[in-house]
C-alpha cells in the first residue's frame, strides 16, 4: 500500500508542486479552504481548520502517515497590517495541527522561513537565535516554538523556494519570467541576499528527511548565497530572456515597504550532510526549471 500524505494548504504553491511531485508515489490528499482545486492523481477536502471537530474528523478519515503543514498567511504587507489574522494563521493553526499530529503519532513536516533575521548575518545555522524584523517573521517565529512544544518529533524547514506555480499563486521566479516575456522593465534588489531553491529539490530533500525520521528545525535552502537582483539575471539566462530589463535597485531605497532583513541566507549543511549528497548549484536548479516547463509542468498549474 502507498503511504498517505495529507497536504494543508494544498491550494498554495508549496502545496500543488508537493501534490504534483509525491501523487505518483504516495495517496495525496489535498486540505484546501477557500479555493477549491483539483490535481489528477490526488484527492481533496476542504474544511476549516480552525475547527477542532472538523479537523480530527478529517485526520480520521483520512489516517495519513504524514502530514505536510504549508498553510499560512505569508504577505509581509498583509501579516503587519492584520495581526490577529497573521497570528492565527501562522502561529495557531501550526499549534493545532502540531497537537494532533501528536496525538495521534503521526509524522508532521512544518513549513518555516528564511524570514526570522534581522538581516545583519549571512548563512546562519540552525542554533542561530532568532530575530524577526516584523510581523510575519514573529508569528512564524511562536510557530516553530510551539510546533515542537505540542510535537517535538516535528521537523521544521526553514526554506526559501521558487518554481512554477498556479496562476493565482505566482512564485518570485514566476513574476521575472512573465514579466520578461512580456517586455517590462522590473527592478530587482542587490541588496537583498537569500538562498533560493528549487522547489522540487526541497520537496525531494524534506520528504528523504522524514522518512529517517529526522525531527527539529532543519535549513533547506538554496546552496548558494545570491542578491535577489543576480538570482534574477541567471534565471533570464536560463529562460533566454532578455536581462536587459532588469533593473538594479536597493531596497534601502523603498521606504514605504515594511521592515525586512536585507540578508537571509540559510546555511543549510547540516541537511545535505545527513543526506549525504550534493545539493547542485543555482545554475544546476535552473536548468531544471527550463526542463519543467517543457515536460509540461507549467501547463498543468495554468490549469488549475
Same mark, same amino acid.
Given at each position: 500500500?502507498?503511504?498517505? #500524505?495529507?497536504?494543508?494548504?494544498?491550494?498554495?504553491?508549496?502545496?500543488?508542486?508537493?501534490?504534483?511531485?509525491?501523487?505518483?508515489? /504516495?495517496?495525496?490528499?489535498?486540505?484546501?479552504?477557500?479555493? #477549491?482545486?483539483?490535481?489528477?492523481?490526488?484527492?481533496?477536502?476542504?474544511?476549516?481548520?480552525?475547527?477542532?471537530?472538523?479537523?480530527?474528523?478529517?485526520?480520521?478519515?483520512?489516517?495519513?502517515?504524514?502530514?505536510? /503543514?504549508?498553510?499560512?498567511?505569508?504577505?509581509?504587507?498583509?501579516?503587519?497590517?492584520?495581526?490577529?489574522?497573521?497570528?492565527?494563521?501562522?502561529?495557531?493553526?501550526?499549534?493545532?495541527?502540531?497537537?494532533?499530529?501528536? @496525538?495521534?503519532?503521526?509524522?508532521?513536516? /512544518?513549513?518555516?522561513?528564511?524570514?526570522?533575521?534581522?538581516?545583519?548575518?549571512?548563512?546562519?545555522?540552525?542554533?542561530?537565535?532568532?530575530?524577526?524584523?516584523?510581523? !510575519?517573521?514573529?508569528?512564524?517565529?511562536?510557530?516553530?516554538?510551539?510546533?515542537?512544544?505540542?510535537?517535538?518529533?516535528?521537523?521544521?524547514?526553514?526554506?526559501?523556494? !521558487?518554481?512554477?506555480?498556479?496562476? !493565482?499563486?505566482?512564485?518570485?521566479?514566476?513574476?521575472?519570467?512573465? %514579466?520578461?516575456? %512580456?517586455?517590462?522593465?522590473?527592478?530587482?534588489?542587490?541588496?537583498?541576499?537569500?538562498?533560493?531553491?528549487?522547489?522540487?529539490?526541497?520537496?525531494?530533500?524534506?520528504? @528523504?528527511?522524514?522518512?529517517?525520521?529526522?525531527?527539529? #528545525?532543519?535549513?533547506?535552502?538554496?546552496?548558494?548565497?545570491?542578491?535577489? !537582483?543576480?538570482?534574477?539575471?541567471?534565471?533570464?539566462?536560463?529562460?533566454?530572456?532578455?536581462?536587459?530589463?532588469?533593473?538594479?535597485?536597493? @531596497?534601502?531605497?523603498?521606504?514605504?515597504?515594511?521592515?525586512?532583513?536585507?540578508?537571509?541566507?540559510?546555511?543549510?549543511?547540516?541537511?545535505?550532510?545527513?543526506?549525504?549528497?550534493?545539493?547542485?548549484?543555482?545554475?544546476? /536548479?535552473?536548468?531544471?526549471?527550463?526542463?519543467?516547463?517543457?515536460?509540461?509542468?507549467?501547463?498543468?498549474?495554468?490549469?488549475?
Amino acid at each position: 500500500m502507498k503511504s498517505r #500524505i495529507l497536504i494543508i494548504g494544498g491550494s498554495g504553491l508549496l502545496g500543488t508542486n508537493w501534490a504534483v511531485e509525491t501523487r505518483s508515489s /504516495h495517496d495525496v490528499t489535498l486540505a484546501l479552504n477557500h479555493r #477549491i482545486i483539483s490535481i489528477p492523481g490526488t484527492s481533496a477536502l476542504t474544511l476549516d481548520w480552525l475547527d477542532d471537530e472538523e479537523s480530527s474528523r478529517a485526520f480520521a478519515s483520512i489516517s495519513p502517515d504524514l502530514v505536510v /503543514h504549508a498553510a499560512g498567511l505569508t504577505s509581509v504587507e498583509k501579516c503587519e497590517s492584520d495581526p490577529v489574522s497573521a497570528r492565527v494563521m501562522n502561529s495557531d493553526l501550526a499549534s493545532r495541527v502540531a497537537r494532533t499530529c501528536a @496525538q495521534l503519532g503521526i509524522k508532521l513536516i /512544518h513549513i518555516s522561513t528564511d524570514h526570522l533575521f534581522d538581516g545583519t548575518r549571512p548563512e546562519l545555522r540552525e542554533d542561530t537565535s532568532v530575530c524577526p524584523l516584523n510581523v !510575519y517573521g514573529k508569528t512564524k517565529a511562536d510557530a516553530e516554538v510551539a510546533v515542537l512544544k505540542e510535537c517535538p518529533d516535528a521537523l521544521v524547514v526553514r526554506t526559501n523556494f !521558487y518554481g512554477w506555480g498556479p496562476p !493565482y499563486r505566482r512564485s518570485f521566479s514566476d513574476w521575472i519570467v512573465d %514579466s520578461l516575456s %512580456s517586455g517590462k522593465t522590473i527592478d530587482a534588489f542587490e541588496d537583498v541576499f537569500y538562498s533560493p531553491l528549487l522547489v522540487t529539490e526541497l520537496i525531494e530533500a524534506a520528504m @528523504q528527511l522524514a522518512q529517517i525520521d529526522v525531527s527539529g #528545525i532543519v535549513h533547506v535552502a538554496g546552496p548558494e548565497r545570491i542578491s535577489k !537582483y543576480d538570482f534574477a539575471s541567471k534565471l533570464a539566462a536560463a529562460m533566454k530572456l532578455d536581462a536587459s530589463l532588469l533593473r538594479k535597485a536597493r @531596497q534601502a531605497d523603498f521606504k514605504n515597504l515594511v521592515l525586512r532583513p536585507r540578508d537571509m541566507s540559510l546555511s543549510s549543511e547540516k541537511a545535505f550532510s545527513i543526506l549525504q549528497r550534493n545539493p547542485g548549484t543555482i545554475d544546476d /536548479h535552473l536548468r531544471k526549471l527550463v526542463v519543467q516547463r517543457e515536460e509540461g509542468r507549467l501547463q498543468l498549474f495554468q490549469n488549475l
